[in-house]
Nanobody
Framework: QVQLVESGGGLVHPGGSLRLSCAASGFTFSSYAMSWYRQAPGKERELVAG????????NYADSVKGRFTIFRDDVKNTVYLQMNSLKPEDTAVYYC????????WGQGTQVTVSS
């Protein structure tokens, strides 16, 4: 049974930091590309950051470059999103995605950036 379980969301002030985690099970994690997406109220889901399998190459949305870092631990079957210098416009539900011919999604974790 495939599972992606996100955690680490919450309420943070502008300029603050959060680290999201996505724990995977039920598939060969190391061979899947992993990504973080987010969806704000009334907006479409958008790609935030991705990391490939094996080479661990990364890519980021322009809006988060220099502030967010995606990384993975293939021993712990977990992908992370370190978010620094958070802004109110980063407020969204953040979803983890696994991709290798098939797509798997987590249930999402809420991130709210507000003073």
């Amino acid at each position: 049974q495939v599972q992606l379980v996100e955690s680490g969301g919450g309420l943070v002030h502008p300029g603050g930091s959060l680290r999201l985690s996505c724990a995977a099970s039920g598939f060969t994690f190391s061979s899947y590309a992993m990504s973080w997406y987010r969806q704000a109220p009334g907006k479409e889901r958008e790609l935030v950051a991705g990391i490939t399998a094996f080479t661990h190459n990364t890519n980021y949305a322009d809006s988060v470059k220099g502030r967010f870092t995606i990384f993975r631990d293939d021993v712990k079957n977990t992908v992370y999103l370190q978010m620094n210098s958070l802004k109110p416009e980063d407020t969204a539900v953040y979803y983890c995605q696994a991709n290798r011919l098939r797509l798997y999604w987590g249930q999402g974790t809420q991130v709210t950036v507000s003073s």
